[in-house]
Nanobody, 121 residues
Framework: VQLQASGGGLVQAGGSLSLSCAASGLTLSNYAMGWFRQAPGKEREFVALISLTGSSTIYGDSAKGRCTVSRDNAKDTVYLQLSSLKPEDTAVYYC???????????????WGQGTQVTVSS
């Protein structure tokens, strides 16, 4: 099983980024998919969660209103669109797959390697 996150980079404050998470070795439509982030020296933080079909989503408080999670099961890919980025959004962003509907990271079964997002002021 592999979750390959991509799309991170350096962006100025107020800018946007679109992250992708490509899955292989698993049937993506069997999993709820979450996005988390971790900044240096900080704990991992929940960002967004999307249901198996994409009909339901949940967002963490830190990014609510500034991000949109979506998925394309036919392409085995999950997306996270980030907008109005702030320097405090700087972190490594991870995608993860869960067999249950949860925002708790320790309940996720598979994790990607992460993609770095850096927001300059």
């Amino acid at each position: 099983v592999q979750l390959q996150a991509s799309g991170g980079g350096l962006v100025q404050a107020g800018g946007s980024l679109s992250l992708s998470c490509a899955a292989s070795g698993l049937t993506l439509s069997n999993y709820a998919m979450g996005w988390f982030r971790q900044a240096p020296g900080k704990e991992r933080e929940f960002v967004a969660l999307i249901s198996l079909t994409g009909s339901s989503t949940i967002y963490g408080d830190s990014a609510k209103g500034r991000c949109t999670v979506s998925r394309d099961n036919a392409k085995d890919t999950v997306y996270l669109q980030l907008s109005s980025l702030k320097p405090e959004d700087t972190a490594v962003y991870y995608c993860a797959a869960s067999e249950i509907w949860t925002t708790l990271g320790h309940q996720y079964k598979y994790w990607g390697q992460g993609t770095q997002v850096t927001v300059s002021s």
